[in-house]
T-cell receptor, first 115, second 111 residues
Framework: DAGVIQSPRHEVTEMGQEVTLRCKPISGHNSLFWYRQTMMRGLELLIYFNNNVPIDDSGMPEDRFSAKMPNASFSTLKIQPSEPRDSAVYFC?????????????FGPGTRLTVL | GQQVMQIPQYQHVQEGEDFTTYCNSSTTLSNIQWYKQRPGGHPVFLIQLVKSGEVKKQKRLTFQFGEAKKNSSLHITATQTTDVGTYFCAGLSGSARQLTFGSGTQLTVLP
Protein backbone atom coordinates (compact mmCIF):
# COMPACT_ATOMS: atom_id res chain seq x y z
CA ASP A 1 0.00 0.00 0.00
CA ALA A 2 1.42 3.37 -1.02
CA GLY A 3 -0.14 5.23 1.88
CA VAL A 4 -1.74 8.64 1.57
CA ILE A 5 -0.33 10.52 -1.37
CA GLN A 6 -0.13 14.30 -1.51
CA SER A 7 1.02 16.62 -4.25
CA PRO A 8 2.85 18.81 -4.65
CA ARG A 9 5.27 18.27 -1.76
CA HIS A 10 6.41 21.87 -1.92
CA GLU A 11 4.69 24.90 -3.39
CA VAL A 12 6.00 28.43 -3.57
CA THR A 13 3.65 31.02 -4.95
CA GLU A 14 3.01 34.71 -4.91
CA MET A 15 0.28 36.43 -2.99
CA GLY A 16 -2.96 36.50 -4.94
CA GLN A 17 -2.32 33.32 -6.88
CA GLU A 18 -4.55 30.27 -6.75
CA VAL A 19 -3.13 27.21 -5.05
CA THR A 20 -4.49 23.68 -5.38
CA LEU A 21 -3.33 20.89 -3.10
CA ARG A 22 -4.13 17.31 -3.95
CA CYS A 23 -4.63 14.17 -1.94
CA LYS A 24 -5.17 10.51 -2.71
CA PRO A 25 -6.35 8.61 0.38
CA ILE A 26 -5.60 5.00 1.13
CA SER A 27 -7.89 2.74 -0.85
CA GLY A 28 -10.85 1.58 1.20
CA HIS A 29 -10.68 4.41 3.70
CA ASN A 30 -13.94 6.31 3.87
CA SER A 31 -12.92 9.33 5.95
CA LEU A 32 -10.58 12.04 4.73
CA PHE A 33 -9.22 14.97 6.69
CA TRP A 34 -7.37 18.15 5.76
CA TYR A 35 -5.13 19.70 8.40
CA ARG A 36 -2.95 22.78 8.53
CA GLN A 37 0.15 22.91 10.72
CA THR A 38 1.99 26.05 11.77
CA MET A 39 4.32 26.84 14.64
CA MET A 40 1.88 29.35 16.06
CA ARG A 41 -1.36 27.40 15.81
CA GLY A 42 -0.21 23.79 15.81
CA LEU A 43 -2.21 21.15 13.97
CA GLU A 44 -5.64 22.44 12.97
CA LEU A 45 -8.42 20.45 11.34
CA LEU A 46 -9.74 22.35 8.34
CA ILE A 47 -12.38 20.00 6.98
CA TYR A 48 -13.26 16.35 6.92
CA PHE A 49 -15.22 14.17 4.54
CA ASN A 50 -16.99 10.92 5.14
CA ASN A 51 -17.93 8.84 2.11
CA ASN A 52 -16.98 11.84 -0.06
CA VAL A 53 -19.43 14.16 1.72
CA PRO A 54 -18.13 17.16 3.68
CA ILE A 55 -19.19 16.63 7.28
CA ASP A 56 -17.53 19.47 9.14
CA ASP A 57 -15.89 22.47 7.51
CA SER A 58 -15.95 24.70 10.57
CA GLY A 59 -12.17 24.80 10.58
CA MET A 60 -11.91 26.33 7.12
CA PRO A 61 -10.43 29.78 7.77
CA GLU A 62 -12.51 31.80 5.34
CA ASP A 63 -14.12 31.83 1.94
CA ARG A 64 -10.75 31.81 0.23
CA PHE A 65 -10.47 28.14 1.17
CA SER A 66 -12.50 25.43 -0.49
CA ALA A 67 -12.25 21.65 -0.54
CA LYS A 68 -13.78 18.99 -2.73
CA MET A 69 -13.87 15.23 -2.85
CA PRO A 70 -15.33 14.25 -6.22
CA ASN A 71 -14.71 10.55 -5.62
CA ALA A 72 -13.36 8.15 -3.03
CA SER A 73 -9.81 8.33 -4.32
CA PHE A 74 -9.22 12.05 -4.73
CA SER A 75 -9.59 15.31 -2.84
CA THR A 76 -8.43 18.86 -3.40
CA LEU A 77 -7.92 21.84 -1.15
CA LYS A 78 -7.93 25.15 -2.99
CA ILE A 79 -6.86 28.56 -1.78
CA GLN A 80 -7.90 31.52 -3.93
CA PRO A 81 -6.48 34.09 -3.61
CA SER A 82 -3.55 32.99 -1.48
CA GLU A 83 -2.03 35.24 1.19
CA PRO A 84 1.31 35.09 3.05
CA ARG A 85 -0.49 34.02 6.25
CA ASP A 86 -1.58 30.85 4.46
CA SER A 87 2.03 29.65 4.53
CA ALA A 88 2.01 26.35 6.41
CA VAL A 89 2.29 22.61 5.99
CA TYR A 90 -0.98 21.11 4.83
CA PHE A 91 -1.61 17.47 5.67
CA CYS A 92 -4.19 15.14 4.30
CA UNK A 93 -5.11 12.10 6.37
CA UNK A 94 -7.45 9.19 5.80
CA UNK A 95 -9.09 6.77 8.16
CA UNK A 96 -10.81 3.42 7.74
CA UNK A 97 -13.41 4.50 10.27
CA UNK A 98 -14.03 1.00 11.57
CA UNK A 99 -16.50 1.73 14.34
CA UNK A 100 -14.57 3.02 17.33
CA UNK A 101 -11.19 2.32 15.76
CA UNK A 102 -10.30 5.44 13.81
CA UNK A 103 -6.56 5.58 13.42
CA UNK A 104 -5.63 8.32 10.98
CA UNK A 105 -2.96 7.84 8.35
CA PHE A 106 -1.26 11.06 7.38
CA GLY A 107 0.28 11.91 4.05
CA PRO A 108 3.73 13.50 3.80
CA GLY A 109 2.24 16.99 3.61
CA THR A 110 2.52 19.93 1.25
CA ARG A 111 4.74 22.75 2.43
CA LEU A 112 3.18 25.95 1.09
CA THR A 113 5.01 29.24 1.00
CA VAL A 114 3.14 32.33 -0.14
CA LEU A 115 5.40 35.27 -0.86
CA GLY B 1 -15.96 23.25 21.77
CA GLN B 2 -13.68 20.50 22.91
CA GLN B 3 -10.19 21.54 23.94
CA VAL B 4 -7.20 19.30 24.48
CA MET B 5 -4.30 20.74 26.43
CA GLN B 6 -0.89 19.16 26.42
CA ILE B 7 2.12 19.85 28.65
CA PRO B 8 4.97 20.50 28.58
CA GLN B 9 5.37 22.24 25.24
CA TYR B 10 9.08 21.45 25.11
CA GLN B 11 11.25 18.94 26.94
CA HIS B 12 14.98 18.47 26.72
CA VAL B 13 16.39 15.33 28.32
CA GLN B 14 19.73 13.64 28.44
CA GLU B 15 19.82 10.30 26.67
CA GLY B 16 18.84 7.62 29.15
CA GLU B 17 16.55 9.86 31.19
CA ASP B 18 12.82 9.31 31.35
CA PHE B 19 10.22 11.56 29.70
CA THR B 20 6.53 12.14 30.32
CA THR B 21 3.96 14.22 28.48
CA TYR B 22 0.48 14.92 29.80
CA CYS B 23 -2.77 15.52 28.02
CA ASN B 24 -5.99 16.98 29.47
CA SER B 25 -9.37 17.34 27.81
CA SER B 26 -12.13 19.77 28.65
CA THR B 27 -14.68 17.03 27.95
CA THR B 28 -14.95 13.30 28.53
CA LEU B 29 -13.37 11.38 25.70
CA SER B 30 -14.54 8.20 24.02
CA ASN B 31 -10.97 7.44 23.14
CA ILE B 32 -7.59 9.05 22.92
CA GLN B 33 -4.85 8.51 20.40
CA TRP B 34 -1.17 9.32 20.44
CA TYR B 35 0.90 10.31 17.44
CA LYS B 36 4.58 10.97 16.90
CA GLN B 37 5.93 13.43 14.37
CA ARG B 38 9.63 13.34 13.57
CA PRO B 39 11.26 16.64 12.54
CA GLY B 40 10.25 17.38 8.97
CA GLY B 41 7.88 14.44 8.94
CA HIS B 42 4.21 13.76 9.35
CA PRO B 43 2.25 12.51 12.37
CA VAL B 44 2.36 8.76 12.73
CA PHE B 45 -0.15 6.84 14.83
CA LEU B 46 1.27 5.19 17.93
CA ILE B 47 -1.66 3.86 19.90
CA GLN B 48 -5.29 4.25 20.86
CA LEU B 49 -6.75 3.98 24.35
CA VAL B 50 -10.45 3.37 24.85
CA LYS B 51 -11.15 2.06 28.33
CA SER B 52 -11.18 4.03 31.57
CA GLY B 53 -7.90 3.50 33.43
CA GLU B 54 -6.38 1.64 30.49
CA VAL B 55 -2.61 1.18 30.39
CA LYS B 56 -0.77 0.00 27.30
CA LYS B 57 2.92 -0.54 26.71
CA GLN B 58 5.01 -0.50 23.59
CA LYS B 59 8.59 -1.43 24.52
CA ARG B 60 9.85 1.64 26.43
CA LEU B 61 6.62 3.62 25.93
CA THR B 62 3.76 3.45 28.46
CA PHE B 63 0.41 5.02 27.71
CA GLN B 64 -2.29 5.67 30.30
CA PHE B 65 -5.90 6.78 30.05
CA GLY B 66 -7.37 8.40 33.14
CA GLU B 67 -10.21 6.92 35.13
CA ALA B 68 -12.47 9.81 34.19
CA LYS B 69 -11.40 9.54 30.53
CA LYS B 70 -10.40 13.19 30.49
CA ASN B 71 -6.64 12.86 30.73
CA SER B 72 -3.84 10.73 29.42
CA SER B 73 -0.09 10.43 29.63
CA LEU B 74 2.80 9.02 27.64
CA HIS B 75 5.91 7.95 29.49
CA ILE B 76 9.15 6.98 27.81
CA THR B 77 11.69 5.08 29.86
CA ALA B 78 15.40 5.56 29.17
CA THR B 79 15.06 7.85 26.18
CA GLN B 80 17.13 7.30 23.07
CA THR B 81 18.03 9.72 20.29
CA THR B 82 15.53 7.93 18.08
CA ASP B 83 12.75 9.18 20.39
CA VAL B 84 13.29 12.75 19.19
CA GLY B 85 10.15 14.35 17.78
CA THR B 86 6.86 15.89 18.74
CA TYR B 87 4.32 13.76 20.53
CA PHE B 88 0.66 14.64 20.08
CA CYS B 89 -2.35 13.37 21.90
CA ALA B 90 -5.64 13.51 20.04
CA GLY B 91 -9.05 13.01 21.58
CA LEU B 92 -12.32 11.81 20.19
CA SER B 93 -15.53 12.62 22.03
CA GLY B 94 -19.10 11.53 21.57
CA SER B 95 -20.07 10.43 18.10
CA ALA B 96 -17.61 12.77 16.44
CA ARG B 97 -15.26 11.30 13.87
CA GLN B 98 -12.84 14.17 14.00
CA LEU B 99 -9.94 14.17 16.41
CA THR B 100 -9.00 17.20 18.44
CA PHE B 101 -5.23 17.36 18.64
CA GLY B 102 -3.27 18.68 21.56
CA SER B 103 -0.56 21.23 20.96
CA GLY B 104 2.15 18.60 21.19
CA THR B 105 5.29 18.12 23.28
CA GLN B 106 8.54 18.55 21.41
CA LEU B 107 11.13 16.15 22.81
CA THR B 108 14.83 16.72 22.34
CA VAL B 109 17.21 14.00 23.47
CA LEU B 110 20.77 15.10 24.06
CA PRO B 111 23.40 12.42 23.41
Amino acid sequence: DAGVIQSPRHEVTEMGQEVTLRCKPISGHNSLFWYRQTMMRGLELLIYFNNNVPIDDSGMPEDRFSAKMPNASFSTLKIQPSEPRDSAVYFCASSPDRGSYNEQFFGPGTRLTVL
Amino acid sequence: GQQVMQIPQYQHVQEGEDFTTYCNSSTTLSNIQWYKQRPGGHPVFLIQLVKSGEVKKQKRLTFQFGEAKKNSSLHITATQTTDVGTYFCAGLSGSARQLTFGSGTQLTVLP
